[in-house]
């Protein structure tokens, strides 16, 4: 697609979780500096700071948002779009863009992974579509059509269609899409943002070679998935 524009902000925490950051270790401060000053037993004190330290640094690395170079060729190359864990490689019947089979490969994100997707392909965004639904728990097989999603299909430079899908689990109630119908979107670049434990699926043409295998860890915007078949 000619020169790759990189159109990355240099940011470590991700702008969706500023807001719950600060708001929460303010609020985590206030009740620290009344339990040291107010309470003479400093017991109640170091519980709270461990608990809620603990838990407010979990929240941090939830929401960082590390800066990602894919440094390899990425002609007919898909990439993870997210942290995780593969839970799902298989043939299915995908009847609501394709209607013939792909081949689908699931990510599941867990509390303590990276929550920013990233584009799995270059190419041109041809739809952004989002859908309400169930909140089952993201690994089951179900998940991916009856929970809320959003489904952004992509459109390589080689022709190809491959359909992004991210997917509300039990935990995650917000889905964030940044991709827009009619734009050229590039590896390395971010897609959009899932909060709490959630799931990324990816449907391609069969013939693809797969990269990856069942319970391999992935790393988003890294981790080769698969390369497209030639044409």
Not at 4 to 12: F, Q, S
Not at 58 to 74: A, S
Not at 113 to 133: C, E, M, S
């Amino acid at each position: 697609m000619g020169r790759r524009i990189k159109k990355l902000k240099k940011i470590r925490i991700h702008r969706e979780g500023t807001d719950t950051l600060i708001y929460s270790v303010l609020a985590i401060g206030l009740v620290a500096y009344l339990l040291y000053h107010f309470v003479d037993n400093k017991i109640p004190f170091w519980s709270f700071a461990l608990i809620f330290g603990a838990a407010w640094l979990v929240v941090l690395n939830f929401y960082r948002c590390p800066i990602r170079y894919f440094e390899g060729d990425t002609e007919r190359v898909v990439v993870a779009p997210a942290d995780g864990k593969i839970v799902v490689i298989e043939e299915v019947m995908e009847n609501e863009y394709f209607h013939e089979k792909r081949l689908m490969i699931s990510i599941f994100m867990s509390l303590f992974n990276v929550h920013a997707n990233w584009f799995p392909v270059d190419g041109k965004v041809k739809k952004v579509v989002h859908k309400d639904g169930n909140y089952h728990k993201a690994w089951l097989p179900k998940a991916s059509e009856e929970n809320e999603h959003a489904d952004v299909l992509i459109t390589t430079p080689e022709g190809e269609d491959i359909l992004c899908r991210q997917i509300a689990g039990a935990m995650a109630r917000r889905i964030v899409t940044y991709a827009k119908p009619g734009e050229e979107c590039y590896i390395d670049e971010h897609l959009g943002f899932i909060k709490l434990g959630s799931r990324v699926d990816v449907f391609l043409p069969i013939g693809s070679e797969v990269c990856v295998k069942m319970g391999q860890s992935t790393t988003g915007d890294l981790t080769v998935l698969a390369k497209l078949p030639a044409l």
